[in-house]
């Protein structure tokens, strides 16, 4: 059957005698206009794509400085790569025009869907994007969420919002489906075109819509799931496979502390095994938007509907628990050297920010939670991350490690991961806790440093 184009589906672009503007688009040769709500490291990468694969874009985000930047085509948080793409699009931005919702054939919500301090879901953003857009909503519109949600989200808040402040109704009216959001940071193989996606919709002209205009754009397979909530369930399974991995070779690492085993070298060796294995590293805690976030969605809701993720809640203490674990480490290893001073009133060098390799991101970063904890201690905290002079209280590695006591490695970026042990001798240190097993234990011994690593 012929592929129906947004453009040969598009309704009402014919302008109608009340509407006082052009509609937006409507001169357009493109494939259709499709708006982007939320324009950050997920919305506007994906933006760009469409706009790439012949959509006329459109992008609203509520932060003023963002569409400021945007305007300018200059912002932080793309790969040098999307940042050339900016340079040379044409993607209207706004925080708030409503004609880019109105004259859309597809709006596709990217808003960020964080936690309270509690761990529980913060859907706010989201609520606030489903007002806007039910507030301009027109039939024929397909409406795509991919912020990551819960199953359940979609049904008994999105969907309601849209169809109270539009008067229409899904799935006859106007479309809805979701695609979960998957993005790397700092992943060059993996990126918004080449990832596979997954496709939720109740309804068949919505899944087959929201598949369409995927297929239109991305490399990647698109896989349509039989509901709505199988597609808001499968990212949350595969966030939280990840977070209890990673859980269970933490609870091994303290485990192999008390046993004097080297994880690391266990975990290799264990990956011998060609299948029925897949290896995570312990560290120092679990960071960023995605793996410390997502398993909480599915925990609250579970609970609201009376089931109890006992495993899913233990492996988040466990991850949680990391920072902490990493300055008791330190804290032993300043009371083993006679000539260090114990933990309290030290001078400690906190080697990293991000709680990503090579990434600038602060979300959820492990390495707040020990300084922090150090802070409480009584240690003055030298804090260092090359890519975040703007969280680092010194401006060099030198500076930081300068006459300090100790230096922890709370992210592994790769000026870190070079280091070697004169590097931390010459600046007088002498006890070294490696937050990522990032560098090489027994050159570290050798030369008389007191190291240790997360479960090595
Ligand atoms: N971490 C460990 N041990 C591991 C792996 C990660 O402690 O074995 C820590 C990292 O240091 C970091 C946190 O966990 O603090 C998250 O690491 P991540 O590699 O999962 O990085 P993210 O948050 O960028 O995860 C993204 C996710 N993408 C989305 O959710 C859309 C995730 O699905 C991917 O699995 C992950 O990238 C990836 O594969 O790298």
Known sequence: MKQKTIASSRVGS???????????????????????????YVGLPLALLAEQKGYELYGIDHDERKVADLRRRNVSYLTPKESRELKKSRIHVSQNDVRYVRDADIIIICVPTPVYEDHLPNLEPLKAACEFVGAHLRPNQLIIIESTVNPGVCEEIALPILEERSGLSAGTDFFFAHCPERINPGDSTWNVRTIPRVIGANDSESLERATNFYRSILEGEVKPMNSIREAEAVKI?????????????????????????????????????????????????????????????????????????????????????????????????????????????????????????????????????????????????????PLLPEYSNVTSLTEALQDADAAIIATDHSEFRSLRPENFLEEGVRVVVDGRNCLPKEEFLKAGIHYKGIGR
């Open 14 to 40: 014919k302008k109608s005698t009340s509407e006082s503007q052009q509609r937006l688009g409507e001169k357009t040769q493109k494939k259709g206009v499709v708006t982007v709500i939320g324009l950050g």
């Open 237 to 385: 399974v595969e966030n939280s496979f990840r977070d209890i991995n990673i859980a269970f070779v933490n609870e091994l690492a303290m485990s192999f502390d008390t046993l004097g085993i080297d994880i690391k070298n266990v975990l290799e060796g264990a990956s011998t095994k060609p299948f029925a294995f897949m290896a995570h590293q312990p560290g120092c805690g679990v960071g960023g938007h995605c793996i410390p976030v997502d398993p909480y969605y599915l925990i609250s809701y579970a609970a609201k509907n009376g089931f109890t993720h006992r495993f899913l809640s233990i492996a988040r203490d466990i991850n949680n628990s990391m920072p902490r674990y990493t300055v008791e480490t330190l804290s032993e290893l300043l009371e083993k050297d006679p000539e260090t001073p114990p933990i309290e009133g030290s001078t400690v060098a906190l080697l990293g920010v991000s709680y990503k390799r090579d990434v600038p991101d602060v979300r959820e970063s492990p390495a707040s939670v020990i300084h922090d904890e150090l802070v409480t201690r009584g240690v003055t905290v030298r804090t260092y991350d």
